[in-house]
């Protein structure tokens, strides 16, 4: 397992310039993939026994010009695609995307504003300042116990306007085109063609307009699958122009009410019973291609479904695929639900803390339409380590995603015999495989005896050259 561990991060050494830090690389990953607790990096620090002089030098790392963050991202997605048991069905890759919002007080971390809470659940406020990350990634293992590895993970909102300063990688695009190309990007990576999943958020003409572009400019091909609004309207192809009649094509014909279709075609509905959401269940449905998006006019495959009472409307940018299979691919989106508990409670994904004295003071009571106060910064030096700090928060989230892809893909390859001697005892056990925070106590239990076994390996080589010394010497120093 260890093995393994150490094939998947050895894997990083091109894309860090210098020795260094990619041993600090290493280091906080394996510290991250252990850590018992989400208190900054001084939990890697405690977990893995290092010196206490190391903190500073972890800090830097974060800021260090030894790395590039597009390469190492782009070199974890080729990583997944290669070496990861990738999920396949229909000839397709699995991709997942959603965003997600992380409360944030600092007063001086870039990118934090005032956010609208569109959650259903009521544990959440209805507003928050905070960071809005967008996040991208792949489905593994088999139907029913699959694992979102998350590719891609970046600020989507309230950087806008250091899209125009030197460095920035911002583009200033809506969070829905940001989710379309961030998809787009590490399906390049993947071995086959993709189904994209997103919820009723991402329908819209700008991100299909966006995927369009994508597919003609990438080798790798992206459909969407997603949910609609049932107030969504659809239009059928125009009519035959008559011979001789004069004036421009129509582009589009009678229009649709999508939820109208429920009743006026209730007799072309079949039921079929599909693996849903963990279970079988019985759905009607049926489909229809039509002609979608305003000035667009792109043809789409809509499935109606109604199971449990709902009523549920699809897209598909794909035509060829069967509405069953879309009924069914849909229900894979929710993996990124569980993905993200894992990456927020467990990995601590996004328990950062880096700031910067230049950033301006987040201002609470802003007004709406009022200047970001980052649009006042004018000096190069400001500017550039506010950059830096937006790429040290990037790469603290990307590390802890690879420290979670490494875990779950461990929990899918290895037989559930190679964990038994560590099970602990759980109310509802887990039959197929062990879950993530399972995985982290029992690597966590055994890091000393691996270090100890392993010496010469090259993971301990690097964590004991910056492990204390608690010799009953210099106990007394580390006190």
Not at 72 to 94: M, Q, T
Not at 105 to 124: C, D, F, H, I, N
Not at 173 to 195: F, N, T, W, Y
Not at 435 to 453: D, G, Q, Y
Request: hydrophobic share 40%; with cysteine; net charge positive.
């Amino acid at each position: 397992m260890w093995n393994r561990i150490e094939e998947i991060l050895s894997g990083f050494k091109p894309v860090f310039s210098r020795v260094s830090a990619y041993a600090w690389y290493v280091v906080v990953v394996i510290g991250l993939m252990i850590r018992s607790d989400r208190l900054g990096l001084t939990s890697v620090i405690r977990d893995l026994a290092l010196r206490p002089d190391t903190y500073e030098r972890m800090l830097h790392f974060f800021r260090s010009e030894a790395w590039d963050l597009e390469r190492v991202r782009s070199k974890w997605a080729e990583i997944v695609g290669e070496k990861f048991p990738l999920f396949e069905k229909a000839g397709h890759c699995f991709l997942i995307g959603d965003g997600t919002k992380q409360a944030k007080e600092g007063r001086r971390m870039p990118g934090v504003k005032k956010l609208a809470q569109e959650s259903e659940t009521q544990s959440k406020p209805e507003y928050l300042h905070g960071h809005h990350w967008g996040c991208a990634g792949v489905l593994i293992g088999r139907e029913k116990t699959l694992s979102c590895v998350l590719l891609s993970a970046r600020i989507h909102d309230g950087l806008q306007a250091t899209k125009d300063w030197d460095g920035s990688a911002v583009s200033g695009d809506s969070h829905v085109v940001e989710m379309i190309r961030d998809g787009c990007r590490v399906a390049q990576h993947l071995p086959k063609d993709s189904l994209y999943l997103l919820d009723r958020y991402f329908p819209t003409v700008p991100a299909l307009r966006e995927l369009e572009g994508q597919n003609a400019a990438n080798t790798r091909k992206v459909d969407m699958i997603a949910r609609m609004k049932l107030s969504a309207v659809a239009y059928r192809e125009p009519p035959e122009a008559r011979p001789g009649q004069r004036g421009r094509k129509a582009r589009k014909g009678e229009k649709v009410r999508l939820a109208d279709l429920f009743e006026t075609e209730r007799a072309s509905f079949r039921t079929k019973r599909i693996w849903l959401y963990g279970k079988k269940q019985s759905v009607s449905y049926h489909s229809v291609d039509l002609l979608w998006g305003q000035g667009l006019y792109r043809k789409v495959r809509f499935v109606l479904a109604e199971y449990d009472g709902k009523r549920v409307i699809f897209i598909s940018t794909n035509l060829n695929l069967h509405p069953s299979s879309i009924i069914r691919f849909y229900g894979y989106r929710f993996r990124i639900e569980g993905a993200f508990r894992t990456f927020k409670l467990d990995l601590g994904g996004l328990a950062y803390r880096f700031w910067s004295k230049s950033a301006p003071r987040l201002n609470h009571f802003r007004k709406k339409g009022a200047p970001d106060a980052l649009s006042a910064v004018t000096s190069p030096q400001e500017r550039a380590r506010i950059l830096k700090t937006v790429r040290a928060t990037e790469m603290y989230a990307l590390l802890c995603s690879i420290a979670m892809g490494i875990l779950q893909t461990l929990s899918v390859e290895f037989p559930l015999s190679v964990f038994a001697p560590f099970r602990r005892y759980q109310r509802t056990a887990s039959k197929d495989k062990p879950s993530e925070a399972n995985l982290m106590i029992i690597l966590r239990s055994r890091i000393s005896f691996f270090l100890a076994s392993h010496a010469q390996n090259e993971i301990p080589r690097l964590i004991r050259r910056l492990q204390a010394d608690f010799s009953p010497s210099n106990s007394a120093k580390i006190a």
